[in-house]
């Protein structure tokens, strides 16, 4: 089994910045691939970012946050680095692990980005 616990969500204007944690637990050997998604009321879940944390930590972005956010970690710690945040990008945030093709998810952390 694997444990995610996400923190630093919060409330910030717009233009601002705030840095998500990632803290993984249990199984993490075999994770090899870690992420951020993000979901609005009524609308699905989207993936925000992700990383390979097996080998070669590739990463790949949502078109709308490229050049303004940046996923950097392992399989024990992930983190989402948001710059230059608008009303749009708010939403809650989920920690994302897969291992042996199975998806673990964390509770999520709420952002919410002022104009």
């Known amino acids: 089994q694997v444990q995610l616990v996400e923190s630093g969500g919060g409330l910030v204007q717009a233009g601002g910045s705030l840095r998500l944690s990632c803290v993984v637990s249990g199984d993490t050997f075999s994770i090899n691939r870690m992420g951020w998604y993000r979901q609005v009321p009524g609308k699905q879940r989207e993936l925000v970012a992700g990383?390979?944390?097996?080998?070669?930590?590739s990463t790949n972005y949502a078109d709308s946050v490229k050049g303004r956010f940046t996923i950097d970690g392992d399989n024990r710690k992930v983190y989402l680095q948001m710059n230059s945040l608008k009303p749009e990008d708010t939403a809650v945030y989920y920690c994302?692990?897969?291992?042996?093709?199975?998806?673990?998810w964390g509770q999520g952390t709420q952002v919410t980005v002022s104009s």
């Open positions: 994302n692990g897969v291992r042996h093709g199975i998806n673990y």
């Open positions: 990383i390979s944390v097996s080998s070669t930590g």
